[in-house]
């Protein structure tokens, strides 16, 4: 707030009853472990702006953030593999260099600056997609009508947001496969005589995915991250978007419960991504 | 080629043409302006202003087109969107003061006046229809509009008022309403409100408070929800009325929020000025400004305030209409006037010749604000322009030497005989400068160098800044860009300025005894006249004296659909009443 009466009306004395009350008095130490008590009991505490339990007020926004991050992981998966592998299959082709080229643009590109163009171009210049928020308000719409609105809102930061990773997913999956197919088996599966396709597709695709599955455990947080930014830009109303503004605010108390869930999924998705090395790879599910 | 293709190809390519051509939208025309940009020369603090042609496409207004199409069922109906620039912490008013939600308040919920540093400048009734006092001024008889409903459909009554009263000055309620609790107080005696019958309510004061109905303009709860909940008032902040929704007497009532999204506002049909045309309002929580400047170009919203660098942009588009608000904000220069280099008054009005305060504008604002011509701003009673400080840096340098600053080496200013300061001493000191600020630092800072003055910028963020300057008896600062808003007309809102009782309280350590009486005077009466008066003679006072040097008076600006008639004269230049008459706004189909 632009005067904050808050700076004048607060002497010394109130002011240090207030730290009181919220215990920012004692020790950080003491404040941490008070706060890890509190937060494994499943209280994160309240909001200091808007009063609400920071839970509330996370998970109101875990879904928003979890279709954003999800349908960008979903679309990064979709090509991010295919690309990579036609790479791979006609290495040193026109197609290769074509989706090389495109990949160096995609890694190169700012997830906020693409975020801008697809705005002014398709917001802003063409009139086909909103640039802001989550959905439309005011108009009450049937039940699919209301899903394809949102899926309106969620092309351009799913976008923002897969683009960069589609562009490193490709090329990961160039190499991974390009160095299973150098391996011996694949020489030996050749020599068996067997189909190409059989060859390509069961021996080789599928081992190539194995550090590929590393890969989406460490894409998970990474998109996490991603979502500060482009949640700020899109104005998404996710967790991204919510741990930009505490921190401008020193919500403190939000600060921590999204870091925190940052770093739990971090944990969840490399969870996941040893669940996924088993159907994958039938070895570590022998061992 | 045979000649009859030629021909054939020649006639397609002139009737693409031309339907090219048609397609333009005849009534646009392009006209050239002229702005002002700003142009910080690289290398240099320093900060020029170029003029520069821009050409614009202007659409022709048609002549009274709020008489055409304005029927009363014509108005009837329509969906209007308002971009929030930060979103909600609550929305109990009692406990929140805050842009947001007072814009969100002021469609939802009612105080019993308007008045204060909230609303327009009148004391208007709105849920208090008249009112009546004693003879010693001790007793207020308040009698109340009748046959007002809450949105949950229970009357509005005189407990109503009386809860309301006792929640704020009860020192268990949350944080937020401490703000309010001295406005409900006297010397720490609470005033006694009580409720004589349904419709009038009693306020008992210790001592003749003339300007209560301007200090207690807090909008009203419902005390049925809080009694049927059984929500105490330690728990009201975290109850779901004020972190979910609330339940207040205005045009529009709260139907949905969802969180850190929007707020879904519907019309009030039961609303006691009348059903609003609007069915329905939403709120959409935009903090970026850029996302706001895009869903405003988009059509997304159709009311946003815009910063003001991105007006020339919005000047282009013909779907995208301006209105600028004059509104009672202002930045200026926080001297510390225990700070032997600015206990002097001169150096203080050296400064405002120094400060060429037009860049000021244009760096900060891109023009849209007013030179100040008055130490309060234009909305405070009796205001009236005083002589104005030109910029006129020789003026300056001429009342720094009376002081005792001369020219030394390589330009700088030194102290001769300044008192309190060491023969020697160069003109240094340090400008606090909170970031978004720091366009005004700038120009204020190459001003002085220009003089031979050096201001070494600090630049802070906010709550750091407060941490290390909070309740200080002796001030560490010496100058600081800072400033106020929203500090109403009946002069109140300037304490923590001009007249805080002791130098310990004031923003600049500034106390002065005759200032002070004046003050007294001032809320000793509740009759404008003589309060404009009285504050004129404090103004012309702190005019000379300058403990804080006015820079600007800020201007808003809020980008709307041209669709959207909102009357201008009921825009008002506080927070809580931007629209005076909510119910009265529709939109084109």
């Known amino acids: 707030m632009y005067a904050d009466p808050q700076k004048r009306v607060l002497t010394a004395e109130e002011a240090e009853l207030i730290r009181e009350k919220l215990g920012l008095n004692q020790p950080v130490y003491v404040q941490y472990f008070k706060w890890l008590a509190t937060s494994l009991q499943g209280n994160l505490g309240y909001s200091y702006k808007t009063k609400a339990p920071v839970l509330d007020e996370i998970l109101a926004r875990l879904p928003n953030t979890l279709l954003l991050a999800g349908s960008a992981i979903f679309l990064t998966l979709l090509l991010g593999i295919p690309i990579g592998a036609i790479s791979a299959l006609r290495r040193y082709s026109l197609v290769d260099y074509f989706f090389t080229i495109l990949s160096f643009i995609g890694i190169s590109m700012p997830g906020f600056w693409l975020a801008f163009i697809l705005i002014t171009v398709f917001s802003t210049r063409l009139g086909w997609l909103p640039p802001v928020g989550m959905r439309s308000y005011g108009q009450s719409l049937g039940s699919i009508q209301e899903i394809i609105d949102v899926g309106k809102h969620l092309v351009m930061p799913m976008l923002a947001m897969a683009v960069v990773e589609i562009a490193y997913w490709a090329r990961y999956q160039r190499s991974s496969l390009l160095e299973v197919l150098g391996q011996d088996y694949i020489r030996t599966a050749r020599a068996k005589g067997l189909k190409e396709r059989i060859v390509v597709w069961k021996h080789a695709f599928r081992n190539s995915l194995i550090p590929m599955i590393t890969l989406v455990g460490l894409t998970l947080p990474d998109l996490v991250n991603g979502s500060y930014i482009i949640e700020t830009v899109f104005g998404w109303p996710g967790l991204g978007r919510m741990g930009v503004q505490s921190i401008l605010i020193r919500d403190y108390p939000v600060v921590m419960g999204v870091t925190m869930l940052s770093a739990l999924l971090v944990v969840v998705g490399n969870l996941l991504a040893d669940f996924l090395y088993i159907f994958v790879d039938p070895r570590i599910q022998q061992n | 080629m045979s000649k009859k293709r030629l021909i054939l190809i020649l006639f397609l390519i002139v009737s693409t043409i031309s339907l090219l051509t048609a397609c333009q939208p005849a009534e646009v025309t392009p006209e050239t302006i002229t702005i002002i940009e700003t142009v910080i020369v690289e290398g240099t603090p320093q900060v020029i202003e170029k003029e520069v042609q821009v050409t614009v496409a202007v659409t022709a207004v048609p002549e009274e087109p709020a008489e055409e199409v304005g029927e009363e069922s014509d108005r009837q109906g329509g969906v209007f969107t308002w971009g929030m620039p930060d979103e909600f912490p609550g929305f109990n008013p009692i406990l929140n003061n805050n842009y947001t939600e007072l814009w969100l308040f002021g469609l939802t919920s009612e105080p019993l006046t308007w008045g204060g540093e909230n609303y327009p400048t009148e004391l208007k009734p709105i849920l208090a229809e008249s009112w009546e006092v004693s003879e010693d001024g001790l007793v207020w008889t308040i009698h109340l509009r009748q046959g007002v409903v809450w949105h949950d459909g229970v009357e509005f009554t005189a407990d109503d008022v009386v809860f309301w009263a006792n929640a704020i000055q009860d020192p268990e309620t949350g944080e937020g309403a401490a703000w309010w609790r001295p406005r409900f107080e006297t010397a720490g005696v609470p005033h006694t409100f009580e409720a004589v019958d349904k419709y009038t309510v009693q306020v008992t004061t210790a001592e003749p408070i003339p300007s209560l109905l301007n200090q207690i303009c807090v909008p009203l709860i419902p005390k049925h929800y809080f009694e049927e909940n059984g929500v105490s008032n330690a728990d009201m902040a975290n109850d779901p009325f004020n972190t979910e929704i609330n339940i207040g007497t205005g045009p529009f009532k709260m139907v949905e929020y969802r969180r850190g999204e929007a707020a879904v506002l519907e019309a009030n049909p039961d609303y006691?000025?009348?059903?609003?045309?609007?069915?329905?309002?939403?709120?959409?929580?935009?903090?970026?400004?850029?996302?706001?400047?895009?869903?405003?170009?988009?059509?997304?919203?159709?009311?946003?305030?815009?910063?003001?660098?991105?007006?020339?942009?919005?000047?282009?588009?013909?779907?995208?209409?301006?209105?600028?608000?004059?509104?009672?904000?202002?930045?200026?220069?926080?001297?510390?006037?225990?700070?032997?280099?600015?206990?002097?008054?001169?150096?203080?009005?050296?400064?405002?010749?120094?400060?060429?305060?037009?860049?000021?504008?244009?760096?900060?604002?891109?023009?849209?604000?007013?030179?100040?011509?008055?130490?309060?701003?234009?909305?405070?009673?009796?205001?009236?322009?005083?002589?104005?400080?030109?910029?006129?840096?020789?003026?300056?340098?001429?009342?720094?030497?009376?002081?005792?600053?001369?020219?030394?080496?390589?330009?700088?200013?030194?102290?001769?005989?300044?008192?309190?300061?060491?023969?020697?001493?160069?003109?240094?000191?340090?400008?606090?400068?909170?970031?978004r600020y720091q366009a005004i630092g700038t120009v204020v800072q190459a001003n002085l160098a220009d003089i031979g003055v050096k201001a070494n910028m600090l630049i802070q963020d906010y709550p750091t800044w407060l941490a290390e300057n909070l309740g200080k008896e002796d001030k560490p600062y010496d100058v600081v860009v800072g400033g106020g808003g929203w500090l109403g007309s009946d002069g109140a809102g300037y304490s923590w300025a001009y007249y805080a009782g002791s130098a310990t309280n004031s923003q600049m350590s500034y106390y002065n005894p005759e200032v002070e009486g004046l003050w007294a005077q001032v809320t000793a009466t509740d009759d404008k006249e003589v309060k404009g008066e009285l504050l004129r003679e404090i103004a012309v006072i702190l005019w000379d004296e300058l403990p804080m040097a006015p820079l600007l008076w800020q201007n808003w600006v809020f980008a709307a659909n041209p669709k959207v008639h909102v009357e201008e004269t009921e825009l008002n230049p506080n927070l809580f009443a931007l629209f005076a008459k909510p119910e009265t706004i529709w939109i084109e189909k």
């Open chain 2, 272 to 435: 006691w000025r009348g059903k609003p045309y609007l069915d329905t309002v939403v709120l959409r929580v935009i903090p970026d400004p850029t996302a706001m400047l895009a869903a405003v170009q988009s059509g997304e919203v159709d009311w946003a305030q815009v910063e003001p660098q991105y007006v020339p942009q919005l000047l282009q588009n013909p779907n995208i209409e301006l209105h600028i608000l004059k509104m009672d904000s202002f930045r200026a220069l926080e001297f510390n006037v225990k700070k032997p280099m600015f206990a002097d008054k001169r150096v203080r009005q050296a400064f405002m010749h120094a400060v060429d305060r037009q860049s000021v504008i244009n760096a900060y604002v891109m023009g849209y604000g007013e030179i100040p011509d008055y130490p309060f701003t234009h909305v405070v009673y009796g205001y009236e322009p005083l002589p104005q400080y030109e910029y006129d840096p020789d003026k300056a340098l001429e009342l720094l030497a009376e002081v005792g600053w001369v020219e030394g080496p390589n330009g700088t200013l030194v102290a001769e005989n300044v008192e309190g300061v060491p023969a020697g001493t160069p003109f240094e000191f340090t400008l606090d400068t909170p970031p």
